[in-house]
């Protein structure tokens, strides 16, 4: 079974959200964006640790911008599919299919108004909660279904060390009391003679004796003979039946508690403490669900740690459970699988979620991606807006010519990304899943002239490539594809322009080759190259009219640089020089998208 | 969770008998023929808390289909001393209670078109327009639309499936009336009884995802009295078990069947114990009635059967008693002669029945009953309180409550609470709803302690207070709140009727009264004495009955299964000169031992 959508609407941060899922969840987003929030609603649905007073919300859980005189309700909705692989899951959960869809089970939370309140509800007393299955309402959701479908929760807050520690909330209790019933009580006995015998022995020492002694009677003198603590020192309980609260885990060796474990290695043992609790409950058939939610696992770990945990975490394919993750991590991010990452944005007053459980992508582009993002660090799923390019050069000029029109690129959380080529459509799609506003700066590439212009089609395949994620969008009309084969630069870049992508009329470096101030630059650090005399001279009659620069022979000197080194060179006359002006096409798109972050 | 000490007892008591233990440990399909007397009840549920114990996990269940509300009830209370409660999650009822509960219920609404949204359950009254409106459609001439309907309803609860080609391409017109039938229905956001296991079967054999629903939540299934159930239900169990995975426990005996009328067939039984695939056992012993009346029984059914008695059974009587005169003179033979004599020889009042052949009848024994003031306990159709009626027993369940059984839990409260959100909402219903339904109970019953009010009083005040809002309210497919207004005529003070609350809420089984009862209704029950009243010439077989060779075998077979009832003393009352020809071969048989 896994968790196939989720719907919110009116819950706190959550004006309306309806996000597909696959498997496990990785919630990704900034501070206050309500990755908690979202899990608490799922908790409202399936957490049987929740009390009914908990699932009493307050008016204040209403998302900000309802209006209560229309009586909203808050609803959650969870969804669940291939569950019918297994008969003790279809036989707890086939009550609760969708009408339209039999293979589905969907279980819901709603807080809404009481209908006997005519006006303007005044309390929380005036509402009340409902927990449902099958879409319908009046299907109430049997009590065993939520003790059999199970969700727990390690907070961000988790105390790892205080839960390992006390013996009444470790995870290890449940565990060690099972295991220890099945001890044959023979041994027992044997085991608690044994211990008794070494309690026996340190008593036995005079120094021990004579302090044992002294507490004694320093505890009888304050609390009276009639309520004698018979206070003893001893290694442990020697009683066989209570023999277990003794037994403890121990780290490096048995020479430290666990209590004693640094923060990370305490969280390490509770994750994989609660994973081993539900595999057991589940084998003693109290459950036959689990889904884990884990605030900040990255907390207190190591990166080389996190990225270990975490993939062998996901790579376990058990269809009995799920992981729900909150995170801030990058390295984290880079290590799960792409589609289980949600990711939350705040828009306009609301959180949107955006999921890419769905992403329509191969398994080509979704590999070339993923290498992406552990090579990028997962950049582009923190980011607040993305400047798509082609190569190294645009990647190490844009922030760059930003900068000098006065935009600070990283403070505004944009990040650019070079796409090493000219297949954008992935990257695209990726961006648009995420719901991340971009902007694409390409080359026109018109070749010698004998065919179209590569720049039309590759414009058209990044709108197609949208369309395919993003239902809101329109699919391009014949007429507009009929526009693209046929309207001359001009036209066709203005158009793009207002649709996000940027376009020179040859290539990047001849457009900054034609552009005044830069071109200087650029012909200063071909001079530099000391080229031959038949270049330098050409070189020089350049510099006198830039209109006569062929791009042909620039794009020859150029290769002979390198287009890396060359950028670098550059930047750095950029930053040491003063005003200088990017080209036209490419302030265009830092400006489209400053403004739409 | 299930009283594994109990099952252990019960398990170890059954491996005195070899066929009992054998089907109680059978992990294939099985059939069990159990005849009279046999330890049928206590095979099945010693099987049910066995499979429960040790082969079906939580959550998963059983579903065990009975012919009628009465055996579930009764299953229901010899499996709760396994420590087996019905939680919702174990299946336990009719078949149109599974069809409509298990599959209809939670399935129906994601299939578009099969029923319409909100569906009721039609009354007498809406199945009857319903069909004279379908017959002036298909027929339209003035003949009697209810005998047409008659033949087609046998063709639809017969022919189950009607994808196949006969269900249109034999008799057309029946099939054409029964689907006109049926849509009239539906207009009116209506199906009947007959629909439910019909449209239930369609569900399962279209749609495999609720097959295999069904086989997750039931891994086995349990039938009882399997010769009672008529087509359908061997469809659906074709269905279920045989072309899918649900392993089969059926009880039954072909002897036994006696509901004709509905469908039933006994050789239904029988097809299903000539498979491959089935284990068939018999079982041999007749553990209720003295040996006598064990050899003379079969002679009822002109066939042989060999049932033994175990050992140091005792022999039993069989008392003929021919009586001068008509079926009044008859039924005051039995109040003032053998009524006393089975006093003088100790038999408790509890433990005699009277059984008759029809309800009629049974009007005669209670005019000579009455006169001579004795009490007694009707549980045939003509009785106050329906035993098949979920809420007819609701309303006797809250009488009790009121008379006293408040001070002992018994009937809890929980228990009324929950038996009326069955009732009003079929268990489907929000957390308000329930709070303002348990408010509205306990105001009542409270309210009802203080008054002090007659049984007509009462209702009457039960009608007005809860019935007129729960019917407005109502969500159960199956309503039944006429209930109520007959019980007030039934009280009725005009016609002198009325009685007081307390004796009105114990008309059920208590000390003292003896039984009264349909030879049909008699069937499961066993009784110390039983008294056989009318069988006469004419009435056992009567002129209907002699029409085939198939309704004499049927009624041949009620008769058998009245004999049978009684474990030690067997009277049978009958008009001198007049007796019913069955009577011959059976006192030849006696006479031989």
């Not at chain 1, 086939?94 to 807080?111: C, G, I």
């Not at chain 2, 006969?166 to 199906?191: P, Q, S």
């Not at chain 2, 959100?421 to 709070?435: A, D, F, P, R």
Request: with cysteine; proline share 3%.
């Amino acid at each position: 079974m896994h968790l196939k959508n989720l719907k919110i609407s009116n819950f706190r941060n959550f004006e309306s959200i309806d996000i597909p899922l696959k498997g496990n969840i990785v919630l990704l987003g900034e501070n206050r964006v309500g990755k908690s929030n979202l899990i608490f609603a799922m908790r409202l649905v399936i957490d049987q640790t929740l009390s009914d007073s908990a699932r009493q919300l307050k008016i204040s859980d209403f998302w900000d911008g309802c209006d209560l005189f229309t009586k909203p309700k808050i609803e959650v909705h969870l969804d669940f599919t291939d569950f019918e692989a297994d008969p003790y899951l279809t036989a707890l959960l086939t009550d609760y299919r969708l009408a339209d869809d039999p293979h589905t089970v969907r279980l819901s939370y709603m807080f809404r108004c009481k209908p006997e309140i005519i006006g303007l509800p005044t309390s929380s007393e005036d509402f009340e909660f409902n927990i449902y299955g099958g879409g319908v309402e009046t299907i109430s959701v049997n009590n065993q279904v939520r003790r059999r479908i199970c969700l727990d929760l390690l907070d961000a807050l988790r105390d790892a060390e205080n839960q390992l520690g006390s013996w009444k909330n470790s995870p290890l209790r449940p565990l060690i009391e099972n295991a220890m019933a099945a001890v044959d009580s023979t041994i027992l006995t044997t085991i608690s003679a044994d211990l008794e015998a070494a309690n026996t022995k340190i008593v036995e020492q005079p120094q021990i004796k004579s302090l044992d002694d002294s507490l004694s009677k320093q505890i009888l003198n304050l609390s009276g003979k009639a309520h004698d603590l018979k206070p003893s020192l001893r290694f442990s309980n020697a009683d066989p039946l209570r023999l277990f609260r003794s037994l403890g885990m121990y780290i490096d060796g048995g020479k430290r508690s666990i209590s004693e474990a640094s923060l990370g290695s305490a969280n390490v043992v509770l994750m994989a403490l609660k994973l081993e609790e539900f595999t057991w409950r589940r084998e003693k058939n109290e459950r036959n669900y689990s889904l884990l939610c884990i605030e900040e696992p990255e907390a207190h770990l190591h990166p080389q740690l996190q990225r270990s945990i975490f993939k062998n975490i996901f790579k376990e394919k058990d269809s009995a459970q799920a992981l729900i993750i909150t995170s801030h991590s990058p390295t984290l991010a880079a290590a799960v699988p792409l589609n289980s990452i949600v990711n939350l944005r705040l828009k306009n007053d609301s959180t949107k979620a955006f999921s890419l459980a769905n992403l329509p992508i191969s398994d080509d582009e979704k590999d070339d991606i993923e290498r992406y993002l552990i090579a990028t660090r997962s950049e582009i799923l923190f980011a607040k807006g993305v400047i798509f390019v082609e190569g190294d050069a645009e990647e190490i000029l844009v922030p760059c010519f930003a900068e000098q029109i006065g935009h600070d690129l990283d403070g505004l959380g944009i990040t650019v990304c070079n796409v090493g080529g000219t297949n954008f459509n992935p990257y695209i799609k990726l961006a648009e899943g995420l719901g991340l506003p971009f902007v694409v700066i390409t080359d026109w590439d018109p070749l010698d002239g004998t065919k179209p212009a590569l720049g039309r089609a590759r414009c058209v395949g990044i709108w197609d490539s949208r369309v395919e994620v993003n239902s809101t969008i329109s699919l391009m009309t014949e007429k507009g594809r009929n526009f693209c084969e046929t309207a001359t630069f001009d036209k066709f870049s203005q158009a793009w322009a207002k649709r996000g992508i940027f376009l020179n009329d040859e290539t990047f470096e001849v457009a900054i080759a034609k552009t005044p101030n830069l071109s200087e630059l650029l012909l200063d650090i071909l001079h530099e190259q000391n080229f031959g005399p038949k270049r330098t001279k050409r070189i020089e009659e350049w510099r006198e009219n830039i209109t006569q620069i062929d791009s042909t022979q620039l794009l020859a000197m150029i290769k002979d640089i390198g287009k890396g080194r060359l950028s670098g060179k550059l930047k750095k006359k950029i930053t040491n020089s003063e005003s200088i002006h990017p080209p036209m096409y490419i302030h265009n798109a830092i400006e489209y998208m400053v403004e739409n972050v | 969770m299930s009283n594994y000490l109990n099952l252990k007892q019960a398990l170890l008591e059954l491996k005195k008998n070899e066929e009992q233990f054998e089907a109680v440990n059978c992990k294939k399909h099985c059939v069990v023929l159990a005849g009279p007397g046999s330890g049928k009840t206590k095979t099945l549920t010693t099987a049910i808390a066995r499979t429960l114990h040790e082969e079906v996990i939580n959550p998963r269940a059983i579903a065990c289909i009975t012919y009628n509300n009465e055996c579930a009830i009764e299953l229901e209370t010899r499996l709760s001393k396994f420590g087996i409660e019905s939680n919702g999650q174990n299946f336990i009822g009719t078949v149109h209670s599974f069809a409509l509960t298990q599959i209809i219920i939670p399935y129906a609404r994601c299939i578009e078109g099969l029923v319409p949204k909100n569906f009721k359950v039609a009354n007498l009254l809406e199945c009857k327009i319903a069909i004279e409106s379908a017959y002036r459609t298909v027929y339209n001439d003035s003949e009697d639309p209810k005998t047409q309907w008659d033949f087609a309803n046998e063709k639809r609860n017969k022919e189950v499936d009607r994808t196949l080609p006969t269900w249109k391409g034999h008799n057309r017109e029946l099939a054409e009336f029964v689907e006109e039938y049926e849509l009239e229905l539906r207009k009116k956001g209506l199906i009947d009884f007959d629909d439910m296991p019909l449209i239930a079967f369609k569900m399962i054999k279209e749609n495999s995802w609720i097959r295999q629903a069904l086989e997750a939540r039931f891994p086995i299934l349990f039938v009882d009295e399997y010769q009672d159930l008529g087509h359908v239900l061997h469809e659906l169990v074709h269905l279920l078990c045989f072309e899918g995975k649900i392993r089969l426990f059926a009880v039954g005996d072909a002897d036994q069947s006696i509901y004709g009328f509905t469908g039933a067939n006994p050789e239904l039984l029988q097809s299903l114990t000539e498979r491959q695939d089935v284990q068939t056992i018999q079982l041999r012993f007749n553990y209720r009635s003295g040996t006598k009346i064990v050899k003379a029984s079969s002679a009822v059914l002109n066939e042989e059967r060999n049932y033994e008695s175990p050992e140091g059974s005792p022999e039993g009587d069989i008392i003929f008693n021919p009586v001068i005169g008509a079926l009044e003179e008859q039924a005051y033979y039995i109040v003032n002669n053998i009524l006393t004599e089975l006093a003088f020889r100790g038999v408790k009042s509890e433990q005699i029945a009277i059984l008759y052949k029809a309800a009629w009848l049974g009007d005669k024994i209670v005019e000579a009953l009455e006169k001579k003031k004795i009490a007694y306990h009707r549980t045939d159709r003509n009785s106050l309180i329906k035993r098949s009626s979920r809420f007819a027993r609701f309303i006797e369940e809250c009488a009790k409550w009121i008379t006293g059984g408040w001070k002992y839990a018994e009937p809890s409260f929980n228990r009324l609470f929950k038996q009326a959100l069955n009732i009003v909402y079929g268990n489907h219903c929000t957390q308000s709803e329930k709070q303002t339904l348990e408010q509205q109970l306990i105001d009542f019953l409270q309210r009802s302690r203080v008054v002090h009010e007659t049984a007509n009083e009462w209702l009457i005040r039960f009608e007005k207070e809860l019935i007129v809002h729960w019917s407005s309210i109502c969500r159960n497919n199956i309503q039944e709140w006429d209930m109520c207004l007959e019980l007030i005529q039934k009280t009725s003070p005009e016609m002198n009727k009325d009685m007081s609350l307390e004796l009105f809420s114990g008309k059920t089984e208590g000390t003292g009264r003896l039984t009264l009862t349909t030879f049909h209704s008699s069937k499961g029950r066993e009784f110390d004495a039983v008294i056989i009243f009318g069988a006469n010439k004419g009435i056992l077989p009567d002129k209907r009955d002699i029409k085939t060779f198939k309704s004499l075998k049927e009624v041949r077979r009620l008769f058998y299964v009245a004999v049978t009832r009684p474990k030690t003393i067997l009277h049978l009352v009958y008009q001198s000169k007049n007796h019913s020809e069955f009577l011959n071969e059976f006192y030849r048989r006696t006479q031989q031992s």
